[in-house]
C-alpha cells in the first residue's frame, strides 16, 4: 500500500456520475432471462439485491411483462412440464416449487391442473421401476418403505405411492417367479 495515494473524495460529486438505475436494471434482467425464464417475483428480487430503486424496478418488471419477456403463466407452464416430465415430481411438489419461485397461486393452480393424473401415476411407476432394482437385496417391508419415501418426497399423496408401490413390487415378483 502506498502512502502518497489521495483520499477519497469528500463530496459525493467528486465520485463521480451515479450509475444509471434503469440501464443497471435493464442489463440485469436481460441476463436473468438469457438462458432460461423465471418468474417475476425471481426478478424482482434480483434487481432488490443489486440494489436497483424499487420504483424503477417496478417500471422495467412492466415494461418487460408489457413486452412478454416475463410471462409467469408461461413460466408456470414450462416448470410443469420439465419438472413433471424429466424429475417425475407430482403436482404437489410441483405447486411448491412454483410457490417458492413467488408465482402466483392462481397461476400455480392453472398450470399443476394441466398435468394429467394418468401422466403423473405412469412418472410414480417410472420411478418405482427405476428404483427397485438396486432394493432387491432387501425385505419387502424395507422396499416398500423406501420407495414410498422416494415418492412422498417427489410429492406422491401416500396412497397413491403405497399402491404403485405394492403393484410394481407384486409385478417385480410375478416375473421373478416365471419360468423362462
Known amino acids: 500500500m502506498h502512502d502518497d495515494a489521495p483520499p477519497p473524495p469528500e463530496d459525493s460529486e467528486a465520485l463521480g456520475p451515479e450509475a444509471d438505475h434503469e440501464a443497471v436494471g435493464r442489463k440485469i434482467l436481460l441476463d436473468q432471462l438469457t438462458g432460461q425464464a423465471r418468474s417475476r417475483a425471481e426478478l424482482a428480487a434480483k434487481l432488490s439485491r443489486k440494489r436497483v430503486p424499487e420504483e424503477v424496478a417496478t417500471r422495467l418488471l412492466d415494461r418487460f411483462q408489457e413486452v412478454g419477456l416475463i410471462d409467469d403463466a408461461?413460466?408456470?407452464?414450462?416448470w410443469?412440464?420439465?419438472?413433471?416430465?424429466?424429475?417425475?415430481?407430482?403436482?404437489r411438489a410441483l405447486a411448491v416449487e412454483l410457490r417458492?419461485?413467488?408465482v402466483d397461486a392462481d397461476v400455480v393452480t392453472d398450470a399443476v391442473d394441466e398435468v394429467d393424473p394418468a401422466d403423473e401415476l405412469e412418472a410414480a411407476r417410472r420411478l418405482v421401476r427405476r428404483k427397485l432394482p438396486s432394493l432387491q437385496r432387501f425385505d419387502a417391508a424395507?422396499?416398500?418403505?423406501?420407495?414410498?419415501?422416494?415418492?412422498?418426497?417427489?410429492?406422491y399423496p401416500s396412497g397413491v405411492a403405497y399402491s404403485v408401490v405394492r403393484e410394481e413390487i407384486a409385478g417385480a415378483d410375478s416375473l421373478?417367479?416365471?419360468p423362462l
Open 74 to 78: 408461461a413460466f408456470a407452464r414450462e
Open 80 to 91: 410443469v412440464q420439465s419438472r413433471q416430465t424429466g424429475r417425475g415430481l407430482a403436482r
Open 100 to 102: 417458492r419461485k413467488g
Open 142 to 155: 424395507t422396499q416398500v418403505r423406501r420407495l414410498t419415501g422416494m415418492l412422498a418426497r417427489k410429492g
Open 176 to 178: 421373478v417367479d416365471e
